[in-house]
């Protein structure tokens, strides 16, 4: 089951920064905090992971509290496309197995 | 130049039917994967395949046989279709202990 609290949706204003809140307070010290989301009727996509640094790409941020309890990933300037359910998922790194939650609705408003 | 490929994107079948979903990648990973979407949008794993092999098999029916002819290709085949297998049935692929998994586009399966 997964083992990560988020909030079922939020609304962001097109073009401001969608911060994403994630809950993950039984996360072990080898378990990484993945992103991913689906974009209506696809299939998921990575977007991001680290284990317990800030990391940076080109599709967001992810920023981890010290004690790794929680996180939130950033997307900088939303735009529409990035309208999607976005799923933040703990796991060992290589574990071969994905346990998606109920994710956050994100809508990016116009 | 898809990386992960499914067919067919939809299939729509009566119960008691035999069906096949396929799933081909070309990304040259290693490992190839089944999970399943069903109504109420909760994604689960069923199948996971490392180099042909059957590494993860998340108490699925035996009525759902994955079959791997080569770490490019892994298909699903269902038989004796029921009502509750309707649902998105997404194929995906790693390289081993890399960080992320591609997913292919789904096969939408609707049971009648």
């Known amino acids: 089951d997964a083992k990560t609290t988020q909030p079922p949706s939020m609304d962001c204003a097109e073009g401001r920064a969608a911060n994403l809140p994630c809950n993950h307070s039984t996360i072990s010290g080898n378990e990484y905090v993945y992103w991913y989301r689906q974009i209506h009727s696809q299939g998921p996509q990575y977007i991001i992971h680290?284990?317990?640094n800030n990391e940076t790409n080109e599709m967001a941020s992810l920023i981890i509290t010290e004690d790794r309890k929680s996180s939130t990933l950033i997307l900088p300037h939303a735009t529409l496309r990035d309208t999607a359910v976005y799923y933040c998922?703990?796991?060992?790194?290589?574990?071969?197995?994905?346990?998606f939650g109920q994710g956050t609705r994100l809508t990016i408003n116009p | 130049d898809t990386a992960v490929s499914q067919t067919p994107k939809y299939l729509v079948t009566q119960m008691g039917n035999d069906k096949s979903i396929k799933c081909e990648q070309n990304?040259?990973?290693?490992?190839m994967y089944w999970y399943k979407q069903d109504s109420k949008k909760f994604l689960k794993i069923m199948f996971s395949y490392n180099n042909k092999e059957l590494i993860i098999n998340e108490t699925v029916p035996n009525r759902f046989s994955p079959k791997s002819p080569d770490k490019a290709h892994l298909n699903l085949h269902i038989n004796s279709l029921e009502l509750g297998d309707s649902a998105v049935y997404f194929c995906?692929?790693?390289?081993?202990?890399?960080?992320?998994?591609?997913f292919g586009p789904g096969t939408r399966l609707t049971v009648l």
């Open positions: 680290g284990l317990k």
């Open positions: 998922i703990v796991s060992v790194l290589g574990a071969q197995k994905l346990v």
């Open positions: 990304l040259g990973h290693d490992t």
């Open positions: 995906a692929s790693s390289h081993g202990s890399q960080r992320e998994q591609f």
